[in-house]
DNA sequence: AACGACCGCAACCGCGCACGA
DNA sequence: CTCGTGCGCGGTTGCGGTCGT
């Protein structure tokens, strides 16, 4: 049983938009709303299809659309929700708002997938292609080690991962509990942000998992938001994981880790959105001074906005890598007094008023995962 | 200047999901 | 519950422009 083609094909134009065709949509649109897609060729004097029609809109004609050159916190952005949501180019193109998801994902196989390929970092996997680093001589051993570390980390972030969709298929009908229960972790959750900062929001989830020692358990307060919360467990997870990572890359590295340190601790809901990549370049594992301009520009930048100058810029490296969504991360430089933040970072600033502005862009990016749960990873 | 190789982007294609009958 | 339809999505293609020889 074949299936109808979306349109009578015969007659109708193909190939590049005139600029008469353009003006015909864009006139008929503005007057009528696309409503149904189908019928608004005929109905606008387009000789073209629905979907044609659809498309040149919805990636060219539409009003809200930013063109040009993609910016470094774009390019950021792009690169960690690709880490996170994958070929997913519609669910990453909602943090891009200006930006088409044909756009993001032709920017993507042209420019940033050859990019990270050349970086040594696989495109697909954001893992390190490390075989031919841990060939090579006694200055690639550092960074050989540095990329087990950094394997290691990416390890515990796909099992987090595949964790949490298993999780996510396996939740069941308990509804209204897991929304009560939801609901009360979101209140809770969202004073303890308010009260302490990340450390405590640890704990709140720790304390939610009874113990915390299978963070992606933390998921099972789910439902409407079920996604949502199993990746919350799954962020901590990694993010714990990472601060183990870290911590043993000390003494190949010490002053990139203290920084990373500090970024870690202070950006609690993005944390769990630093791909292997920017791991990487906050260790510097994958500078590589020998590669060519391009490539070396773009990863002193990089390292340049997640290492920051001092504690302070941590916050504000995070910010920049966030993208587009200024507000996220709220005031650097408060007073926040929790000492394991001292113990764990050392960084102490800039992390109490930021939570709910967190807290609000990880919700929207979890919301983004679980509102098109069918294209998620199969296991 | 001419030609071929390469690159970037707009557009097309086909699959799968949502939804209504 | 099944089927048909519309739409959205990701993958792929093809064309025009640019670069290198």
């Not at 949509?25 to 007057?31: Q, S």
């Not at 954001?126 to 950094?150: Q, V, W």
């Not at 960084?347 to 998620?376: A, Q």
Request: net charge negative.
């Amino acid at each position: 049983m074949g299936r109808s083609p979306c349109c009578d094909k015969v007659g109708l134009k193909k190939g590049p938009w005139t600029p008469e065709e353009d003006q015909k949509l864009l006139a008929y649109i503005e007057e009528h709303g696309h409503g149904s897609w189908r019928g608004l060729p005929a109905k606008a004097g387009l000789q073209r299809c629905g979907k044609s029609c659809r498309l040149r809109w919805s990636n060219y004609l539409r009003p809200d659309i930013k063109r040009g050159k993609f910016t470094l916190q774009e390019e950021q952005t792009i690169i960690q929700l690709h880490a996170l949501l994958g070929n997913r180019w519609s669910a990453i193109a909602t943090h891009l708002p200006k930006r088409t998801d044909n756009e993001i994902k032709n920017y993507w196989n042209t420019h940033l997938k050859k990019r990270l390929a050349k970086m040594g970092i696989d495109p697909v996997t954001h893992k390190p292609k490390n075989d031919a680093l841990l060939s090579g001589d006694g200055h690639c051993n550092k960074n050989a080690a540095n990329l087990s570390h950094m394997a290691q980390w990416e390890s515990a972030r796909l099992e987090a991962e595949a964790r949490l969709v298993r999780q996510s298929k396996l939740r069941s009908a308990s509804s209204i509990h897991q929304a009560q229960i939801n609901q009360e972790f979101s209140s809770t959750s969202s004073s303890a942000h308010k009260q302490v900062g990340p450390t405590r929001c640890l704990d709140v989830l720790k304390a939610w998992n009874g113990g915390g020692a299978n963070w992606a358990a933390a998921g099972d307060m789910e439902s409407p938001t079920s996604t949502l919360s199993s990746t919350a467990g799954a962020a901590a997870e990694m993010r714990w994981n990472f601060t183990d990572v870290a911590n043993n890359s000390s003494d190949l590295s010490k002053e990139e880790n203290n920084n990373s340190n500090s970024l870690l601790i202070t950006d609690y809901d993005t944390s769990s959105l630093l791909t292997s990549s920017q791991v990487w370049a906050s260790s510097g594992a994958v500078h590589n001074k020998g590669e060519d301009d391009d490539n070396a520009s773009f990863m002193e930048k990089f390292t340049d906005l997640l290492l920051g100058a001092n504690k302070n810029t941590a916050a504000a490296a995070t910010t920049a890598l966030i993208g587009d969504d200024d507000e996220a991360l709220g005031n650097v430089g408060e007073d926040e007094t929790d000492h394991d933040l001292d113990v764990v970072g050392g960084c102490n600033n800039g992390v109490v008023d930021c939570f709910e502005g967190d807290k609000n862009y990880w919700d929207s990016i979890l919301n983004l995962v679980t509102s098109s749960p069918s294209r998620s990873p199969e296991l």
